[in-house]
């Protein structure tokens, strides 16, 4: 029987890593995520959990005491945002290219410059091909479930590959939600002991890790991981339905909210789909065929998946928020139309860079993208596929 109560995803996120129970969390503070490893040193004063808690000087250490604690067998985790996940930047690519099931709560925020503490992707979206598993979380529950599959995802052993789950900071960081969390003896089976096969600390296997990697052999080093990347896809799922078999909750590559009829659809990432569900139902009322597609998993991307499930309808409008700044688009959509593309979905579809450093996206914005995908769908044509939602402009 799950227990009810009213959490920050922060709490959730630290009470997951309670009941996990790792052994070595190593982090540095950094808002909006400073409140996880404060609530988790709180479980280790007071002898809840065993974990070696490091206070290190840098989130550049945090992520190496990270990679050193895992590379000599233990369970490692952290947590960061922003500019702490770009200090880690090196060490990120570190931890992946050594598979070392590291996970880690990035409470996403705005990457300076100019200096900003509120809510966008481009953190995230900084680190996207550096080996990492990515989960993104709609709400408070989701970045406790996601947190909870993390280690059986990225420490099965056709994997080995680190994993961050990605909330919105403040947005669910900071605000309450009721929330439905597991018994610890349940989290301590479902979660289940790190057994390594190849470890520092193991007398009968002298190992090194990280060495010098040339020509030689660098090559297959990264086609192993892009295997597990791929490995990983059947993994998530299998993880997935152990969970709704625990708890009634399914969790899938992505959520496919009153799409199956649809005619029109937003796809998009985190918070914002919980506004475009609202949304949604509002246009329904009125007759409008809308439809919402969320992603979940964004590491390994699911592209065959994602056409499929889009390509029944009329217009697609992917929100991004982070703007790659390359004239062409952000990170989901080229994501998504390169998906598209090679999967022989012929649907019109539009980007839309959206809520850049904490820019409040309301329901008028979010109906507006659907207003215009209807003009999309009468007119047959897409005059400007790169957009701009919620941004001022000098005119």
């Known amino acids: 029987m799950s227990i009810r109560e009213r959490l920050s995803g922060n709490e959730a996120s630290a009470i997951a890593m309670k009941q996990i129970n790792p052994d070595v969390v190593a982090a540095f503070p950094i808002t909006p995520s400073t409140e996880i490893p404060q609530y988790f040193s709180s479980f280790v004063n007071n002898g809840t959990v065993d974990t070696e808690f490091v206070a290190v000087e840098s989130e550049h250490s945090a992520m190496s005491a990270c990679i050193g604690a895992q590379a000599a067998g233990a369970r490692a985790m952290t947590a960061t945002s922003s500019n702490g996940l770009s200090l880690m930047w090196e060490m990120i690519y570190i931890a992946s290219s050594t598979r070392l099931p590291i996970v880690m709560s990035l409470v996403n925020r705005a990457v300076s410059g100019p200096l900003n503490i509120h809510n966008d992707h481009s953190d995230a979206m900084g680190v996207r091909d550096s080996g990492w598993i990515m989960l993104f979380s709609e709400n408070n529950q989701e970045a406790y479930d996601n947190l909870l599959m993390a280690h059986r995802i990225a420490e099965n052993s056709n994997v080995m590959l680190p994993l961050m789950v990605c909330q919105d900071g403040f947005i669910t960081s900071h605000s309450i939600e009721n929330i439905d969390l597991l018994e610890d003896d349940k989290v301590r089976d479902f979660v289940g002991t790190y057994k390594p096969e190849h470890y520092l600390l193991n007398r009968k296997e002298p190992i090194a890790v990280g060495p010098l990697d040339l020509q030689g052999y660098l090559f297959e080093h ?70 919402l597609l969320k992603i979940r998993v964004f590491r390994p991307f699911p592209a065959e998946e994602i056409a499929k499930a889009i390509c029944h309808v009329k217009a697609v409008a992917v929100l991004d928020k982070a703007d790659s700044l390359n004239a062409a688009g952000g990170p989901l959509f080229t994501d998504v139309t390169s998906a598209m593309y090679l999967n022989d979905c012929k649907v019109p579809t539009v980007n839309y860079i959206y809520g850049i450093g904490g820019r409040d996206t309301t329901t008028k914005e979010i109906t507006s993208v659907f207003t215009d995908l209807e003009d999309i769908v009468r007119s047959n044509t897409v005059t400007n596929p790169y957009r701009y939602l919620g941004v001022r402009v000098e005119k």
């Open 222 to 291: 990264k086609y192993g991981q892009s295997q597990a990347m791929k490995n990983a896809k059947k993994v998530i799922l299998d993880v997935a339905k152990d969970f709704e078999n625990l708890t009634g909750r399914k969790y899938s590559f992505f959520e496919e909210y009153r799409l199956e009829d649809a005619e029109i659809a937003i796809i998009c990432m985190n918070s914002t789909a919980g506004t475009t569900k609202d949304v949604v139902d509002n246009l329904r009322e009125k007759g409008i065929k809308a439809g």
